[in-house]
T-cell receptor, first 110, second 120 residues
Framework: GEDVEQSLFLSVREGDSSVINCTYT??????LYWYKQEPGAGLQLLTY?????DMKQDQRLTVLLNKKDKHLSLRIADTQTGDSAIYFC??????????FGRGTSLIVHP | DAGVIQSPRHEVTEMGQEVTLRCKPI?????LFWYRQTMMRGLELLIY????????DSGMPEDRFSAKMPNASFSTLKIQPSEPRDSAVYFC??????????????????FGAGSRLTVL
């Protein structure tokens, strides 16, 4: 089946930028998403991008999509301790069911 | 809307017991998903329903697992008999597929807070 890969951990210093990367295999992906999961909670949508776009910005968040390389990234500017969470990349392919990655645990330290 | 409601939030049971997890999707959503999250396997799709009909249950691990959606506002995931390896957080999510919401084409899922199951 189709696959979504992302690194498991990322550690950054408070105030720095965080970049979380993701690769996917489904060439028919129409939408790509970033979800955030805080401890003890469900996943919440952070942002999504349509596959014909290559960038989307929303306040401190910047999503970059390289469709040719099937690579998606999420940049968080001025990372805060409240940004510590697990970030899931997902794509929506021909099945209309989102495929999720394993999640990247972002650790923000002072 | 109160969002996707799951119950119980925590369940501790003994091996062999029946476990029933419940989900109330967002009113008006017509697709419902059950996921299981573990450290080892990450987030796994177990089954999803469209308009109350099970569409794909290929992720259900064994016959011990069953899911139902008797109406648009309620779904259950049952494990009978439960085993220690079933210990996980189970999430329910819903979305509107093909609806008029501008986000519906994007198939954005709204997740519940999850049910943490521990089987001793």
């Amino acid at each position: 089946g189709e696959d979504v890969e992302q690194s498991l951990f990322l550690s950054v210093r408070e105030g720095d930028s965080s970049v979380i990367n993701c690769t996917y295999t489904d060439s028919s992906s129409t939408y790509l998403y970033w979800y955030k999961q805080e401890p003890g909670a469900g996943l919440q949508l952070l942002t999504y991008i349509f596959s014909n776009m290559d960038m989307k910005q929303d306040q401190r968040l910047t999503v970059l999509l390289n469709k040719k390389d099937k690579h998606l990234s999420l940049r968080i500017a001025d990372t805060q301790t409240g940004d510590s969470a697990i970030y899931f990349c997902a794509d929506l392919g021909g099945s209309y069911i989102p495929t999720f990655g394993r999640g990247t645990s972002l650790i923000v330290h002072p | 809307d109160a969002g996707v409601i799951q119950s119980p939030r925590h369940e501790v049971t003994e091996m062999g017991q029946e476990v029933t997890l419940r989900c109330k999707p967002i009113s008006g959503h017509n697709s419902l998903f059950w996921y299981r999250q573990t450290m080892m396997r990450g987030l796994e799709l177990l089954i999803y329903f469209n308009n109350n009909v099970p569409i794909d249950d290929s992720g259900m691990p064994e016959d011990r697992f069953s899911a139902k959606m008797p109406n648009a506002s309620f779904s259950t995931l049952k494990i009978q008999p439960s085993e220690p390896r079933d210990s996980a957080v189970y999430f329910c999510a819903s979305t509107t597929r093909g609806g008029g919401d501008s986000r519906s084409g994007a198939n954005v899922l709204t997740f519940g807070a999850g049910s943490r199951l521990t089987v001793l």
